[in-house]
Nanobody
């Protein structure tokens, strides 16, 4: 049974930082492309960041580039999202996701449809 469990969300003031974690089980984590998405109130879920299975390639949404950093520890089956310089518009439920369909170690995935498994989400609220 595949499980993705996010943690680290919470309430933070604008300009602050949070670090999200996503612990994976039930899959071969080192062969998964991992991603973070978010859904703000009243909006569609959107792509935030992705990291290749090797960890050697990352890609970010324009809205998060330069402020967020995705990383992974394949020994711990965990992917992280370090969020700095947070803005009120970053308020959302953040989801991690696993894409098990890729084979090339540097492949990334930016579309929801590419991902096979999703976590339940963790709330991030940024106050102004």
């Amino acid at each position: 049974q595949v499980q993705l469990v996010e943690s680290g969300g919470g309430l933070v003031q604008a300009g602050g930082s949070l670090r999200l974690s996503c612990a994976a089980s039930g899959l071969t984590f080192s062969r998964c492309v991992m991603g973070w998405f978010r859904r703000a109130p009243g909006k569609e879920r959107e792509f935030v960041a992705t990291i290749a299975m090797s960890g050697g390639r990352t890609y970010y949404a324009d809205s998060t580039k330069g402020r967020f950093t995705i990383s992974r520890d394949n020994a711990k089956n965990t992917v992280y999202l370090q969020m700095n310089s947070l803005k009120p518009e970053d308020t959302a439920v953040y989801y991690c996701a696993a894409d098990i369909g890729k084979t090339y170690y540097r492949t990334i995935s930016t579309r929801e449809s590419e991902y096979d498994y999703w976590g339940q989400g963790t709330q991030v609220t940024v106050s102004s």
